[in-house]
């Protein structure tokens, strides 16, 4: 079964693609980056907030697909900035609690100016 996932609780796609994608029991996560799915505009700050919204909309993405942190198993992170990685890392700790497998790299610039993107793959167990 694959399916298209679609939920007001994070940021609509904005080109050709989906928010999320599950195939069986695997839900593909479309990058998340610091957008307010409420207005639907960009949040800006400092790594801090941009790190929780990023959190608050991949939550919305698991949850519209029944699927939560826990089934996380793996993670792909950008940074702007890798000395953003300790804060970043600090907050993302409290959310992926199940350790998932992750890579962590530094891009040279993110959409909308983003310091952050998170895109995620989860797996139903």
């Known amino acids: 079964m694959n399916k298209i996932i679609s939920t007001d609780k994070a940021p609509k796609a904005i080109g050709p693609y989906s928010q999320a994608y599950l195939c069986s029991d695997t839900l593909y996560c479309s990058g998340q980056i610091a957008i307010n799915p409420e207005t639907n505009t ?64 530094a891009a040279k610039e993110l959409p909308k100016g983003a310091l952050v993107e998170i895109e995620v793959i989860a797996v139903k167990q």
């Open 42 to 105: 960009f949040i800006g700050g400092n790594i801090e907030e941009q790190t929780d919204q990023v959190l608050k909309n991949i939550d919305g993405l698991l949850n519209a697909a029944g699927f939560s942190f826990k089934d996380v198993v793996k993670t792909t992170c950008f940074l702007a900035d890798m000395k953003d990685f300790s804060i970043f890392n600090n907050i993302y700790e409290k959310s992926f609690t199940s350790k998932p497998a992750r890579s962590c790299v």
